[in-house]
């Protein structure tokens, strides 16, 4: 087993903003196209995922964000299988009923060939890429600082999906309202996260994955019983990457 940390691609990352001028939270839910990015080398957004509704002047309206980033993964698959990754997020305040979990995205162009754009506020998916919810009291704690970071497990349907694509395309929303559609917010709630890049001074702002992975060809000679090791992946049925050792030998 091997690890390595990838950061966000430079360019993959950012958050959209939607709800200017809607006063029907459902209609606003189903909106593909939002009004603002908030992009840049050296980004803190408060408004990194929101749920909200703004009363006054005899009305309410909504608003909505998503947290959309991509991560390039290829250089590890192919050759290695991915069996462990760990995305962290560094994280700004938490207000009222804010929370964040992540989930499949579909924009940038799915691939990664494309750059955010504010049309791509309905490149979402319901599928969950993580069991761990941060946020407001209900959930795990959210932490901020300058040196602390929040840590999301990926599932199973992540890992596979990085070790078929070569890439990770993710969406952090609010879970209560957003993803799970609950119920409409009364409040403004709202969590926030440092988006930094490369041009950053600290890494720790950046959004990054830890991964664990294991090389295809392993130290069992690349072969067992004269099949290649990365052959079908398999060995007497049982997948190759989630085995260490074979007669207390590690691979």
């Known amino acids: 087993m091997a690890t390595t940390t990838i950061y966000v691609a430079d360019n993959r990352r950012g958050s959209i903003n939607a709800g ?79 929370s964040m979990g992540i989930y499949e995205g579909t924009a940038f162009g799915g691939d990664g060939s494309e750059g955010l754009e504010t049309t791509q506020l309905g490149e979402v998916s319901g599928t969950s890429y993580s069991s761990n919810e941060y946020g407001s009291p209900g959930y795990t704690s959210w932490v901020t600082g300058n040196t602390s970071q929040n840590s999301f497990t990926l599932n199973s349907a992540a890992i596979s999906d990085m070790n078929s694509n070569g890439y990770l395309n993710i969406v952090g929303r609010n879970i209560y309202y957003d993803a799970e559609e609950e119920e409409t917010p009364t409040t403004d709630n709202y969590i926030g996260i440092n988006q930094w890049t490369a041009a950053g001074a600290n890494n720790t702002y950046r959004p990054q994955l830890f991964i664990t992975y294991l090389p295809l060809a392993t130290a069992w000679g690349d072969k067992m019983n004269g099949v290649l090791s990365n052959a079908g992946n398999k060995y007497n049925s049982v997948l190759s990457t989630t085995i260490s050792k074979i007669n207390d030998v590690a691979g």
């Open 20 to 98: 200017v001028g809607f006063t029907d939270w459902d209609e606003l839910l189903g909106e593909t196209e939002g009004d603002s990015l908030t992009t840049g080398s050296i980004t803190q957004n408060q408004f990194s995922a929101r749920a909200g509704a703004i009363v006054g002047r005899g009305s309410t309206q909504y608003r909505l964000s998503r947290f959309f980033a991509w991560f390039d993964v290829s250089s590890l698959t192919g050759s290695n299988a991915i069996t462990n990754a760990v995305l962290k997020i560094s994280g700004r305040a938490v207000v009222n009923n804010g």
